[in-house]
């Protein structure tokens, strides 16, 4: 491990070598590193925009350790509307990290995997089915539900089918209202666990999208019976330092940055602040 690497403080240089538009909000942006970064599924980086700021994203690309990252990235303010409008091939960038725990996959081994997406939350959760593909045989099914607002609104759609056909792997996607052309299912994304057809005892979620997605997901996976102890939810909000300093993502004793972002919902269901 280089000193770079050592020194949390520290961003390793690295260059955008692409920019790929997912959606009109949202953007992949791909980079070179000038040193391998070894990351988990779930943990996330803080990405530099030298001159703008630093803002953090979970990787959207395989986990281990290489010096390609992809980052898929929504527009929502100061650093990230810097990054859509301006930021092309041979730009500079600083990465720190990588951060938190990210996906307890020892847990999932022999389980049924519920992966439940919306939205830009689409973006930790392909860094995670990427994850549980590696090794796809260690669980008993990989069950993907996604949903956007409309079929536009999707990201990686041209790797859904690839997904879909991987061993005991099925993939089930919703848009929010209907639209000209869409045949499928319409409705928010916890339509998609009406007819739910796993073993709920034996299986594990994890659910990445908006607070208020997470909410009613996790109150629907409850209602249909699930452990909160199996629900582990990526909770993108707001924090700075990235390593349990600044206290600004703290969910009573734990820190989002720290102890996830994919905290455990049977760990902080009793505080109050879960869901912003
Ligand atoms: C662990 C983690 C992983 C993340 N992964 C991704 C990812 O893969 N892709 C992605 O697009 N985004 C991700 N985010 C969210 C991303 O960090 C924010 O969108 C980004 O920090 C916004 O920076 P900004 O300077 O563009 O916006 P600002 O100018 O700081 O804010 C603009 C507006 O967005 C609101 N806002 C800013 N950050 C957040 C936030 N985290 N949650 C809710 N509202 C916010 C502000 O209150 C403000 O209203 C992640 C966040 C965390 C904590």
Redesign the pocket.
Known sequence: MSEKMKNIYYPIDAEVVDVVTETST?KTFKFKLSEPLKFRAGQ?VQLTVPGI?E????P?SEPGESTDLE????R??????YLHDFIKPGDPVGIRGPF?EGYPFDKFKGKTVLVVGGG?GL??MRAGIYGLFQNIDDYKRVSIKFGARTPNDFCFTDEFDTWAKKPHTDLKLTIDRPFPGWTGTVGVVTVLLDDLDVDIEDTYVISCGPDIMLKFVTLKLLDLGFDPFHIYL??????SCGFGKCHR?NIGPYY??KD??DMCYGEIMNYPNVFG
């Open positions: 949202i996330f700021g803002a953090p994203f979970t959207s980052i898929t990235i929504l929502t303010g100061r650093v990230t509307d938190g830009v973006a930790p990526s909770m993108n909000r707001r924090m993502c989002i940055c996830g972002p």
